[in-house]
């Protein structure tokens, strides 16, 4: 006779669901780290640019560039951190006034 192996099929592994205010945070530093990397390097940019064409290739502009831009983006980062959950119509919703 032929030996029949029932198998259950297993569920499948529980997966752990981050809080919602964990991931909130987590989208926020993303979101953070990300503009800072892009603002910085813009303003690092335009920094060589000048530097190369205005002030003899001077060191100076291109560190100035990239202060502005990481300053830029810190502002931005630290609104976005205090204004907690609420969110605005910069960032693709809109609010409805009652």
């Known amino acids: 006779m032929a030996e029949t192996n029932s198998v259950t099929p297993s569920s499948p592994a529980a997966r752990t669901m981050r809080p ?15 503009s800072m990397l892009i603002r910085s ?3 690092l940019s335009f920094g060589v640019i000048f530097s190369v064409l205005l002030f003899k290739r ?13 300053g830029r983006a810190w502002e931005e980062a630290d609104a976005t951190f205090k204004r907690g959950g609420v969110a605005t ?10």
Do not use: C
């Not at 919602?20 to 990300?34: F, T």
């Not at 001077?58 to 990481?70: C, N, S």
């Open 89 to 98: 119509a910069r960032e693709g919703l809109r609010m409805v006034r009652t």
């Open 58 to 70: 001077r060191a100076w502009p291109a560190w100035v560039g990239l202060g502005f831009g990481a």
């Open 20 to 34: 919602v205010s964990e991931a909130l945070l987590n989208e926020k530093w993303d979101h953070a780290i990300s």
């Open 41 to 43: 390097s813009l303003g």
